[in-house]
């Protein structure tokens, strides 16, 4: 059975630091593109960050570029996001999710239950 | 940017047909894929390239794609299928990113 467990969460100020992990178990971790997608309280998912299966290919949604950085551990079947000069707005539920690719798209099949990450003075 | 445009509302009675769709640019060149959301819940995928259901998934749940619209539609809505709906899709132009929709909170009355 494929899970996702995210860890990390917490309360943070603003400016403030924190690290995400995702523990993967049931499936081959180290053939899969994984994700970030956040959800703010209340609003709809937004996409956050990718990393390649070997880590050579990875993407951010401009919102956090610059300040996050995915990683992942493929010996310990782990993904992480580093999230630094946190603001308010970055305050959201952090899903990791597994990707399908496709030739004409890319999607998630297997979601964690998430981490809230509350970013507040 | 790229934007997925969905209703933020739709409502039917029990039994009835729910239809919910997404709009894009991008949607003719690039599959679509729909997610259920209820509360306290991490999304569920329904349907993928526009039209193809995950095991598990009920009958009920189909997609459809015509030109910029794509659509989920729930044949005999069940009370248990009130949650949020996102479509997604990813960007044509080439460089990796994931859009999705508004959400569609769909009410059974």
């Known amino acids: 059975e494929v899970q996702l467990v995210e860890s990390g969460g917490g309360l943070v100020k603003p400016g403030g630091s924190l690290r995400l992990s995702c523990a993967a178990s049931?499936?081959?971790?180290?053939?899969?593109?994984m994700n970030w997608v956040r959800q703010a309280p209340g609003k709809g998912l937004q996409w956050v960050s990718s990393i390649s299966s070997s880590s050579s290919y990875i993407y951010y949604a401009d919102a956090v570029k610059g300040r996050f950085t995915i990683s992942r551990d493929n010996a310990k079947n782990s993904l992480y996001l580093q999230m630094n000069s946190l603001r308010v707005e970055d305050t959201a539920v952090y899903y990791c999710?597994?990707?399908?690719?496709?030739?004409?798209?890319?999607?998630?099949?297997?979601w964690g239950q998430g981490t809230l990450v509350t970013v507040s003075s | 940017s790229y934007e997925l445009t969905q209703p933020p509302s739709v409502s039917v009675s029990p039994g009835q047909t729910a239809r919910i769709t997404c709009s894009g640019d991008?949607?003719?060149?690039?599959?679509a894929y729909w997610y259920q959301q209820k509360p306290g819940q991490a999304p569920v995928l329904v349907i993928y390239?526009?039209?193809e259901r995950p095991s598990g998934i009920p009958e009920r749940f189909s997609g459809s794609s015509s030109g910029t619209t794509v659509t989920l539609t729930i044949s005999g809505v069940q009370a248990e299928d009130e949650a949020d709906y996102y479509c997604q899709s990813a960007d044509s132009s080439g460089s990796y990113q994931v859009v999705f929709g508004g959400g569609t909170k769909l009410t059974v009355l």
């Open positions: 991008g949607l003719p060149k690039q599959y």
């Open positions: 999710a597994r990707v399908i690719g496709e030739v004409r798209g890319y999607y998630f099949d297997y």
């Open positions: 390239k526009d039209s």
């Open positions: 049931g499936f081959t971790f180290s053939t899969y593109t």
